[in-house]
């Protein structure tokens, strides 16, 4: 069973502060991976993809990534309170389909 | 920005019934995927289509869903004789990439409820 897992949070940081955000994947073949931000009620957005060992910055935003461990995390500097979202991880384990992680539900606190 | 159009919003059937959701992917990508999330659960994988052919289905893919490419713009997504548990927001999702990795669009979602 190809599986990704995440916390499941709820996860509360103060505004300003560094939100981390982490997942784990059972496929050791896995190559792309992603996080999409998800607003109750709406659809996944993307937010950051890695591929390679390492970290990978984006504005306010870096992923890392630990194919030996399997486990790749997401962090957000200077949480806002609009970042207040469940954050997904998707993992490409095969083919051209993603395996979703059930999601990490962030809140930042004014 | 490019975008992903679903419709109908929002869809609510008797059990039983067939529905039909539509998309409208971006409109120079090839490769177009269903997926659904059932109200508090994980986003889940249903087809993938590239080609005016399934490239691969999940396990929830069964005969009752079916998908097709109508048009050179709609991708839809039929669910003969509904159920109750078949009641989740259905994404659609595009990409230009066959291999995944520039990760997908996906559009609003349809609601669907059976009722």
């Known amino acids: 069973q190809k599986e990704v897992e995440q916390n499941s949070g709820p996860l509360s940081v103060p505004e300003g502060a560094i939100a981390s955000l982490n997942c784990t994947y059972s496929?050791?073949?896995?190559?792309?991976f992603f996080w999409y931000r998800q607003y109750s009620g709406k659809s996944p957005e993307l937010i950051m993809s890695i591929y390679s060992n390492g970290d990978k910055e984006d504005g306010r935003f870096t992923a890392q990534l630990n194919k030996a461990s399997q486990y790749v995390s997401l962090l957000i500097r200077d949480s806002q309170p609009s970042d207040s979202a469940t954050y997904l991880c998707a993992v490409n384990m095969y083919g051209q389909n993603f395996v979703f992680g059930p999601g990490t539900r962030l809140s930042v606190l004014p | 920005e490019p975008e992903v159009t679903q419709t109908p919003s929002h869809q609510v059937t008797q059990m039983g019934q067939e529905v039909i959701l539509r998309c409208v992917p971006i409109?120079?990508?090839?490769?177009f995927y269903w997926y659904r999330q059932i109200l508090g659960q994980k986003v889940e994988f249903l087809v993938s289509f590239y080609n005016n052919e399934i490239s691969e289905k999940s396990e929830i893919f069964d005969d009752q869903f079916s998908v097709e490419r109508p048009d050179g713009s709609n991708f839809t997504l039929k669910i003969r004789s509904t159920k109750l548990e078949d009641s989740a927001m259905y994404f659609c999702?595009?990409?230009?990439?066959?291999?995944?990795?520039?990760?997908?669009?996906f559009g609003s979602g349809t609601r669907l409820t059976v009722v």
């Open positions: 409109s120079n990508h090839l490769y």
């Open positions: 999702a595009s990409s230009g990439d066959p291999t995944g990795k520039g990760g997908y669009t």
């Open positions: 496929d050791r073949g896995s190559q792309s």
